[in-house]
């Protein structure tokens, strides 16, 4: 099990986005310590509360219920209609301003909805995703075939790049979960970064997710094949239908033992260039003169390997002259 991304430290100087509340204005009573000025978070819209230690705290604003924390108790009427960049304070049970704790209300990224929404199965972690766009070159319109879909992070992501993606996940549940965090997510604003109608829609509408077995096969053609699944390689003879020539092939898996068994699936199809890589995230502590790296780090989570289909099946390649590309 990953360790959960550092969220760095926010430090809550008056930003330029914010502004003191003027005494006419909604102010400390309400629980306002500041108003920002951007949009207003809307009723139903995600909204990410962060504290002054730099913790995140996802929460989904519905009118009339409250968000509470160790510290306090925030409405969600105060936020909603709240321009993005708010302070807020959590309201104590002796109301005693002194003891309730500040919020800075913001839209949550990507990678705070990954890691604050509903989990079934593990999700891929944003230094991965990210690492997976560029690696299996993800672009707007290309046919993704995504296995399996788990709790639907990674979807989200090809989502947001613009993919149109199909997805096959064995576990009903988890078909239902997926969908479920898709479509909270391209509803809330975040799927686009600006909350506009036609992003949202379009990847809502690029989204279908079956109930199938992918280790039986893949119906259709497709620029992509992206893998999160425990046996990748029973996927590489359907791959080689399916993609397109020169398609890529993406798989990511948590151990070296199943990146080396898909490596040699790999090496005895019609797919070349073949490369397995991880990802380690470190941050660095910052502050005047002190400057030097974190001590917690992001180390292995999985490794990404890609190839891609560069065309006929080399059972020819054990006895030809020339060496397959990237071997
Ligand atoms: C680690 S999870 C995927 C997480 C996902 N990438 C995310 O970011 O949320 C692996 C998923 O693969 C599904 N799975 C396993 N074998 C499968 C198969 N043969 N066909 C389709 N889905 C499969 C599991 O049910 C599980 O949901």
């Known amino acids: 099990m990953e360790p959960p991304e550092g969220n760095g430290d926010i430090e809550f100087e008056p930003g330029p986005e914010s502004q003191p509340v003027p005494e006419s204005q909604p102010g400390p009573e ?10 207003p978070f809307r009723d139903g819209e995600r909204v990410l509360l962060v504290d002054r230690k730099g913790r995140h705290n996802l929460v989904r604003l519905k009118s009339g219920r409250s968000y509470q924390s160790h510290s306090g108790v925030i409405a969600h009427d105060l936020l909603i209609g709240s321009p993005e960049g708010s302070e807020v304070l959590a309201l104590t049970k002796d109301a005693d301003r002194r003891n ?29 995703l990210g690492a997976i766009l560029i690696a299996a070159d993800i672009y707007p319109g290309a046919r993704v075939l995504e296995s399996g879909v788990g709790s639907g992070a990674l979807s989200m992501t090809l989502l947001r790049a613009g993919a149109e993606v199909t997805g ?16 909270a997510f391209t509803s809330s604003g975040v799927a686009d970064g600006d909350g506009g109608p036609d992003v949202s829609t379009r990847a809502h509408l690029a989204y279908d997710v079956q109930i199938r077995d992918v280790y039986s096969g893949i119906d259709g053609a497709y620029d992509r094949v992206v893998l999160d699944l425990p046996e990748p390689w029973h996927v590489v003879p359907h791959a080689e239908e399916a993609l397109v020539p020169g398609g890529i092939f993406c798989a990511y898996l948590p151990s070296i033992n199943q990146t080396a068994e898909v490596r ?24 005047g003169r002190s400057v030097r790296p ?15 289909l560069l065309g006929e099946r080399p059972h020819r390649r054990r006895d030809e002259q020339a060496e397959p590309f990237g071997e």
């Open 264 to 287: 040699e699936a790999l090496a005895r199809s019609a797919f070349g260039l073949a490369e397995t890589f991880e990802t380690l995230r470190r941050t660095w502590h910052i502050e």
């Open 294 to 308: 974190d001590l917690r780090m992001v180390g292995h989570t999985g490794f990404i390997t890609t190839a891609r």
């Open 30 to 39: 309400t629980g306002h310590l500041r108003v920002g000025k951007g949009r």
């Open 168 to 183: 096959y996940e064995i576990r009903e549940d988890f078909a239902r979960g997926a969908q479920a965090n898709v479509a």
């Open 100 to 128: 309730g704790a500040r919020y800075l209300a913001l839209r949550p990224t990507l990678a705070d909805v990954v890691l604050g929404m509903p989990r079934g199965a593990q999700v891929i972690y944003p230094k991965d």
